[in-house]
Structure formats: structure tokens, C-alpha cells
């Protein structure tokens, strides 16, 4: 008898309690706060500034940007140096200093600049230099290879690939960000 009278309470205050109509509380809602419709455009715009994988995407073009600069790398001048030596019972076997500039260039020409010091008691033949030039040495030189490179090297194909991995990844960013809007704009619609 006591589980009637309990759901006979129950029935009688579910009886009571008045669901409201969605548009009266949008109403309510505007009256209350100065809401504004999203319109389309700016939630796109909102899409392509927040996104997710449209801020990865951005990160596509750096990426390339950064290939390319290593590919360009290859073509930065070069200066290495190079010191070795011996010394034993106060004696100086032999003491050889190179130092080398080169400069690379687009065309297969690299110039290249080198100071040699070679001194000590037991220098070999081929790396003696006279007393009377102080020990010292400088060369200057072009390298040429024949009939290899003379087209296209390896420096230069890198470049032109970078330049070509840059087009590819401007492209598939644009995919990207194509996609994510027309994600968007379907999901605007639907809503």
C-alpha cells in the first residue's frame, strides 16, 4: 500500500513540472545577453585560424622552407684547416699546416685557395718546402670535373628538388586547408 501511495506522489509532481519551449529560452537568451548568429563566413574563418590541421599544415611550408636552405647550404664557401704534429725528445719531427677556401659556385667551376706550412727535421720529400720561402706555400687552383657534372651535380639537383619538395608542400597544404573548410562548411549546414 505504501508503494500506490509513492507512485501516485510521484505521477502528481511529474504532473507539475513544465518543460519549456526552445523558443522561449532562445528568446530569454537574446533579451538577456547580446548573442549573435554565427554567420557562415566567420565561422570558417574561425575554422582556418584555430584548426588544428590547418596549424599543421602551415608547418608544411616551413618544412620545405628549411629544405631548401639546406639544399642552398651546399653552396656556402668552406674554410677548413688542418694542423698535425710531431714531437719527441725535444726534437720536431714535423709540424704541417693546411688551411683551404673553397668556394663552390653553381657552375661546375669551384675555385679553391690553400696556404700550406709544412716544417720540422724529418719532413718527407713530397711534403718538403725550402727554407728560402719560409715554409710556406700557396696554391690556388680551379676544379673542373669533365664531362661530370657538367649538366646537372648533386648540389644543384638538391636545390632544384627543394624547390620542387616547396611546390608539392604549398599544394598539400592547400589541400589541407580546402578540406578542413569544406569539413566545416558541411558541418555549418547540418547544424
Not at 704541417?96 to 700550406?116: E, G, H, I, M, R
Request: with cysteine.
Amino acid at each position: 500500500m505504501t508503494l500506490a501511495i509513492s507512485a501516485v506522489g510521484l505521477s502528481a509532481w511529474a504532473q507539475k513540472i513544465e518543460v519549456p519551449v526552445m523558443e522561449d529560452v532562445l528568446n530569454k537568451i537574446i533579451e538577456n545577453d547580446s548573442v549573435e548568429l554565427l554567420g557562415m563566413d566567420t565561422y570558417i574563418a574561425l575554422v582556418v585560424n584555430n584548426h588544428p590541421i590547418v596549424k599543421q599544415s602551415n608547418l608544411l611550408t616551413e618544412v620545405a622552407r628549411q629544405e631548401l636552405r639546406l639544399a642552398r647550404g651546399a653552396f656556402d664557401p668552406k674554410l677548413e684547416a688542418s694542423l698535425e704534429g710531431k714531437h719527441f725528445d725535444d726534437k720536431n719531427y714535423y709540424n704541417f699546416l693546411n688551411t683551404t677556401l673553397k668556394v663552390p659556385t653553381w657552375f661546375p667551376l669551384d675555385p679553391k685557395v690553400s696556404f700550406d706550412r709544412n716544417r720540422g727535421e724529418f719532413v718527407s720529400r713530397e711534403n718538403l718546402i725550402p727554407e728560402s720561402d719560409n715554409f710556406r706555400q700557396v696554391t690556388a687552383g680551379l676544379s673542373l670535373p669533365v664531362c661530370r657534372g657538367l649538366f646537372i651535380d648533386q648540389r644543384r639537383a638538391d636545390v632544384k628538388q627543394a624547390i620542387i619538395f616547396q611546390d608539392l608542400n604549398e599544394a598539400e597544404r592547400i589541400k589541407l586547408i580546402n578540406k578542413t573548410k569544406l569539413s566545416a562548411a558541411k558541418a555549418y549546414r547540418d547544424w
